[in-house]
């Protein structure tokens, strides 16, 4: 595979956990942004799987068939290997060594004043006593899945904002403490705010309330005929809310003739159409839009040995950059301890 290495384009990593396959709220607040990105910078692309180990730690067994799951959207949705660069986590040891190196320099009061990771552990149900060393010190992982390709932009929404503020002082602290190695990343904020699930809570597998980019036909007419709109109307012919409305979420997301939207909200305002009208219309909305994603992710399934390649290449080209950024580290730290050991 080609890769492109332009070394004057600007560097971008984010990516995913393995917890199952991509939802519509994922393509929407990242990968349609994404697949963008990969024509303007150099774009590395991270399956977090350490990530899992913080709140999946009974479920370790289904995380490979979830990697293989992202990796099918990711392609299936346009981000190519050919311009971009795909790799596991685990599978970069020099992240780990860079996660310790930076957890000398970050205290237990910091991590925990964090307020993403406040809300993760509300989310999790986990408490101080049972919060485990990983999940307390997953944002200095992340600083070091981002600093191990001295990544310049971070694609996030703004409850990530936090981490990437976090990352950029672990990037100062280390600079002033040694010498400049790291750049401070900025946040790469999307567009689109984040897709509700068909509850109107927040879209999750877990809740069992989202729409994946690989459910059949079926399984989206079902979800959406189930999808919460406006609890304060009775009656078809009863003036509609839009706000927290999640069909019109859909809709303001995936109708792209402006013309037709506006004229089912001014409809729906005036009680002038139901819900199931209005879902029905969703349903075809959406069918339509994953029919391609669906039809290119089967093909690509098929190919078991073409995904094995892209990783392996993937997973070598990461491998290389993280070992330059942990030699410079190593220097700036004085730990290459070059007097002591020869290079191989």
Not at 38 to 51: G, K, L
Not at 195 to 213: E, H, T, V
Not at 281 to 305: C, V
């Amino acid at each position: 595979m080609k890769k492109n290495t332009n070394n004057k384009k600007k560097r971008i990593l984010t990516g995913d956990r393995p917890t199952g396959p991509l939802h519509i709220g994922h393509y929407v607040g990242s990968l349609m942004n994404r697949v963008k990105l990969q024509d303007e910078y150099d774009c590395f692309f991270i399956i977090a799987d350490y990530q899992v180990l913080t709140d999946h730690l009974s479920d370790t067994a289904g995380i490979e068939g979830n990697i293989r799951e992202i990796l099918l959207d990711w392609l299936a949705v346009g981000l190519d290997p050919d311009k971009s660069t795909f790799f596991i986590q685990s599978r970069i040891p020099q992240i780990a060594e860079l996660t310790m190196y930076f957890s000398m320099i970050v205290s237990v009061s910091e991590v925990q004043r964090n307020p993403t990771v406040k809300d993760e552990m509300k989310a999790a149900k986990i408490g101080k006593k049972e919060m485990s060393y990983g999940f307390m010190g997953y944002p200095i992982s992340q600083a070091a899945d981002i600093m191990c390709v001295r990544a310049d932009l971070v694609p996030v929404g703004e409850d990530q904002l936090p981490h990437i503020e976090h990352t950029r002082e672990i990037a100062r602290r280390f600079n002033r403490l040694f010498s400049p190695v790291f750049p401070e990343p900025q946040a790469l904020l999307g567009s689109f705010p984040r897709l509700p699930g068909i509850d109107g809570q927040k879209m999750s597998k877990s809740r069992n309330n989202a729409i994946f980019l690989k459910d059949s036909p079926d399984d989206v007419r079902k979800k959406i005929m189930q999808a919460y709109t406006d609890p304060t109307r009775i009656h078809a012919t009863d003036p509609g809310h839009l706000e927290g409305n999640v069909v019109f979420a859909y809709l303001d997301a995936f109708l792209q003739d402006k013309d037709e939207l506006d004229d089912w909200k001014k409809k729906y305002k005036k009680g002038h159409v139901g819900d199931v009208a209005l879902k029905k219309r969703l349903i075809e909305i959406l069918t339509e839009f994953l029919a391609p994603i669906q039809e290119q992710r089967a093909a690509l399934a098929r190919k078991h040995d073409m995904l094995e390649e892209i990783l392996a290449t993937g997973i070598k080209r990461a491998t290389h950059e993280a070992q330059t950024t942990l030699e410079l580290a190593r220097q700036a730290m004085s730990l290459d301890y070059a007097s002591l050991l020869r290079k191989k």
